[in-house]
């Protein structure tokens, strides 16, 4: 049996809020690397890691591709590194890009980093001895805080992943106000959708394919498939010159981020996590719109945030009511708050006990601790202390997902239209 070798190309860290953008010099080195006769082996991948990461530009996403290792591996090594010397930006105190070359199989060890890349924190020193560890070739730009994200692009298996198409602005229009027609994206989501998703977000009327940054994406397409994908690019119209397409394999939208916990007191603060808790008080806005609660079980309590960017979703989130179980989706911040993703109901209270109804058709006033009931319009009066169950009605449903809008969503929240698959 004849074992096909790879060698696996991860870069990060090579944007700024100012321009560029790691999917958009990849798609660029893969055409470099077409030119000179190398082709990459299956779809580049976009692995977004962890979204509190301190020093990520805007989705702490890397990038990772793979070729065959062959006898044009040092030309593939040498137009990578220069397509990163000549696009990255590096006059931006933020930008440092890590480049990393590894012709070994995916191990366990690598599968560990990954994950703990996209749950916790890695520092470049700890990246460089764990890539030094494996035998991966480095390349460091100014600090190389890029190899952290590179060697975890490489690393993540894709379990479940979904694709993003990206479109690419010609260098001249970057910075510019997009050119899309908006009628055909809204065509586009009623063709495509659920295959496609995260197109438009129909309350806010936001279209969510178009970035709002200068970067050099014209616009995204995520999906379960890539046929979904090319009949999605065959709708959507732009007035404008594309320069490039690309179709990353990508683990957005897929809830990787998201550890299970058994209790309120396993989670950590700038962990992401599902548990299930009880809801303690009614949902209050504060100053700013953002809305709280708190959720406990047996081992604490946690304050629950659903806050004023999730728009409309506070309002779902203001029907909760104290006693009704939830299992919450979503991430510890900066103030120690539950940053709710999406919650499912587990058991609604969906009965309140009161005081009795008098014969008469009143409801009855306490007649005094354990002195029963009596009614203030006829008299009458009961001696039982029981209470009576009554039915509420309620706007949420039992066992159902309610989610934050797509113009508020993480990269790597899995919507409520891939919750089945
Ligand atoms: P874009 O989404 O536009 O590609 P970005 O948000 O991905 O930009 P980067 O410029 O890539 O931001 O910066 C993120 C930095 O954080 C990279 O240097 C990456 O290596 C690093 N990083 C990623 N994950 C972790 C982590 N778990 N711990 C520490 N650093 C991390």
Redesign the pocket.
Request: hydrophobic share 35%; net charge positive; aromatic share 8%.
């Given at each position: 049996m004849i074992l096909i070798k790879y060698l696996h190309i991860g870069i990060?860290?090579?944007?700024?809020p100012e321009g560029?953008?790691?999917?958009y010099l990849a798609c660029h080195i893969i055409d470099e690397l077409k030119k000179a006769g190398i082709d990459i082996v299956g779809f580049p991948r976009l692995i977004?890691?962890?979204p509190?990461?301190?020093?990520?530009?805007?989705?702490?996403?890397?990038?990772s591709f793979k070729i065959l290792n062959d006898e044009k591996v040092d030309l593939a090594k040498k137009i990578v590194l220069d397509e990163v010397e000549k696009l990255a930006m590096f006059d931006c105190d933020?930008?440092?890009?890590?480049v990393i070359f590894y012709d070994g199989e995916i191990t366990k060890e690598m599968v560990d980093y990954s994950f703990?890349?996209?749950?916790?924190?890695?520092?470049?020193e700890e990246?460089e001895a764990f890539g030094n560890s494996i035998g991966c070739e480095i390349h460091k730009f100014k600090k190389g805080?890029?190899?952290?994200?590179?060697i975890?692009a490489i690393g993540l298996p894709l379990d479940d992943f979904t694709y993003e198409l990206l479109a690419y602005r010609i260098p001249e229009n970057q910075g510019t106000k997009r050119h899309i027609d908006y009628d055909s994206v809204y065509l586009m989501d009623k063709e495509t959708f659920p295959e496609t998703f995260e197109n438009i977000d129909y309350n806010e009327d936001y279209i969510a394919i178009e970035p709002k940054?200068p970067?050099p994406v014209l616009y995204g397409i995520r999906s379960n498939t890539v046929e979904a994908l090319k009949k999605a690019k065959d709708i959507v119209k732009v007035e404008e010159t594309v320069e490039n397409y690309c179709i990353f394999k990508t683990n957005q939208h897929t809830d990787m981020h998201i550890q299970k916990v058994d209790n309120i007191s396993s989670m950590n603060q700038f962990g992401c996590y599902e548990v299930v808790g009880t809801v303690k008080n009614r949902p209050t806005v504060i100053d700013g719109g953002h809305m709280f609660f708190y959720i406990f079980d047996e081992s604490g309590e946690i304050e629950c945030g659903a806050y004023e960017p999730t728009k409309n979703f506070r309002k779902i989130v203001s029907d909760l009511m104290p006693g009704d179980v939830i299992r919450v989706f979503g991430g510890i911040g900066e103030q120690n708050t539950f940053n709710i993703e999406k919650f499912q109901v587990i058991k609604l209270k969906d009965i309140e006990y009161k005081n009795p109804v008098c014969k008469c058709g009143k409801r009855m006033t306490s007649a005094g601790k354990n002195k029963g009931f009596k009614c203030k319009k006829c008299g009458n009066k009961i001696k039982s202390n029981k209470k009576v169950p009554i039915k509420i009605f309620r706007n949420l449903k039992n066992t159902q997902f309610y989610e934050t809008p797509v113009s508020a969503r993480r990269?790597l929240s899995k919507p409520i239209c891939r919750m089945d698959l």
């Open positions: 990060d860290d090579t944007d700024s560029m953008c790691t999917t977004r890691l962890n509190f990461a301190r020093f990520k530009t805007r989705g702490n996403g890397g990038v933020n930008t440092n890009p890590g703990k890349a996209i749950y916790s924190f890695i520092a470049i990246a805080r890029g190899i952290i994200g590179s975890a940054t970067c990269h």
